[in-house]
């Protein structure tokens, strides 16, 4: 079936072109033609960036395929056809309904009104109503009066979205009202509405986009501040074991690169502060040390609290004596900042082992633990660095540290 308005409209596309005035409604098609192309392209990169995105796929193939179907569109008015008036119809009848279909997907978790069934019956009656009715104004209409429902909802669950959805409703309805009036007129007077409403489409849709990308980049965001929420210990700022585990699996997988140094800290009768001072003393001094520790090392290494009072530090392309130094440089801090903390002078105990390529984490900590337990058989607040396999291990000599070591 061959709506009117395009049959008669065809004729007259050929009568106007004779005058002279075809020229610049072609250069308006072309130009809309233009802005779908670019839409349906801005589109595509942006949903391939977010395939999670519902309604995405619709909106880009509306655009793509209204941009295929505008040249048949022109053609169908330069050389009246059949073929290309039911093309040149099925364009108009059909990307608004698709439009809608993303609409709606896009709103998939929190359903708008209007139903799939709804968009089939407007389009059916619309295609059987064309011979007698303005067609054009009964898609419109639907779309209008569904743009229109879609503000309701959209506005209270996203402002940017509720917006866009009164700028679309808002660009339909003098589209609507222009076809109305223009109904039987012929095809060349309709054809720059077409192309201005094929703009204002691309327009709404295009802002669509960049709120979605703006959507999109402040989840990536978010998640990113989760990741880091999620591997790192509330009370003292490092890492948690999580975050460590993942970390050194994946760092370790670079083999070819010297042993990194793994050291076991915890402080001194801990317990007493506890016991004496009050838990939240023992939290301050935590706190501390996890500060003190940040402070100290560099950001290729890694620093985990792996619980109560017991830290593990990760000191990549380092030697023994190097990490002594960070032990020392840590306890020395500590001992510094105590007071400005209303703390009582901390002493820590380390133990030190050179982490083997072939050594699995758990084998490794427990080495330095212990290297961790000699430094606290020797008197505490000293480093003991260990060597050699778990079965027989080798102790270095002890380090005193902080304040008072010699
Ligand atoms: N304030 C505070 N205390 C904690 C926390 N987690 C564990 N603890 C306490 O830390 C203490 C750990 O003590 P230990 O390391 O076993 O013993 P210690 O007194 O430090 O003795 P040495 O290690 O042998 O010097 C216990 O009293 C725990 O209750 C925490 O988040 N905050």
Redesign the pocket.
């Known amino acids: 079936m061959v709506p009117k308005a395009v049959a008669s409209g065809c004729s007259a596309g050929r009568a106007s072109t004779q005058n002279g005035r075809m020229e610049a409604q072609t250069a308006a098609l072309v130009m809309g033609a233009g802005g779908l192309a670019v839409s349906a392209h801005v589109l595509w990169r942006a949903g391939a960036r977010q395939r999670r995105q519902h309604g995405w796929p619709w909106w880009v193939a509306t655009l793509a395929v209204s941009t295929l179907v505008w040249p048949l569109c022109i053609w169908a008015a330069l050389r009246p056809s059949t073929a290309g008036n039911i093309l040149a119809a099925a364009w108009l009848l059909g990307w608004p309904m698709a439009w809608l279909a993303g609409w709606r997907r896009f709103h998939a978790r929190q359903r708008l009104p209007g139903q799939g069934w709804l968009d089939g019956s407007a389009w059916a009656l619309a295609t059987l109503a064309s011979p007698w009715w303005p067609w054009q104004a009964v898609v419109l209409l639907h779309v209008y009066v569904t743009a229109v429902l879609c503000v309701g909802r959209a506005r209270t669950a996203d402002h940017g979205l509720g917006w866009t959805a009164v700028a679309v409703a808002a660009a339909a309805l003098p589209a609507m009202f222009a076809l109305l009036e223009a109904a039987s007129a012929p095809l060349d007077r309709l054809l720059p509405w077409w192309a201005g409403l094929a703009a204002l489409w691309a327009c709404s849709l295009l802002a669509l986009a960049s709120m979605a990308e703006r959507t999109e980049q402040e989840l990536r965001a978010s998640r990113r501040r989760l990741q880091v929420l999620a591997g790192t210990d509330p ?1 003292t700022g490092v890492s948690n074991r999580r975050h460590f585990e993942a970390a050194t699996a994946r760092r370790r997988l670079q083999s070819g690169a010297p042993p990194p140094v793994l050291l076991l800290l ?10 004496h001072l ?6 301050r ?2 706190r501390l040390v996890g500060q003190c520790i940040l402070d100290a090392l560099r950001d290729s290494d890694l620093a985990v609290r792996l ?4 830290f593990a530090l990760l000191l990549h392309g380092a030697t023994l004596p190097q990490a002594m130094q960070v032990a020392e440089r840590v306890v020395l801090q500590v001992q510094r900042l105590a007071s400005n903390h209303r703390l009582p002078v901390l002493s820590l ?1 380390f133990g030190l082992v050179p982490w083997r390529h072939d050594e699995a984490l758990d084998e490794a900590l427990h080495r330095a633990d212990r290297a961790l337990y000699e430094a ?1 058989r020797q008197g ?1 607040s000293r480093a003991v660095a260990a060597h050699g396999d778990d079965a027989a291990p080798a102790f270095s000599e002890s380090q005193r540290l902080g304040l008072d070591s010699p």
């Open positions: 009370l915890d402080i001194d009768h801990f317990k007493q502060i506890n016991d009050g838990h939240a003393t023992g939290d001094a935590l619980g109560g009072d017991e105990s606290k505490r």
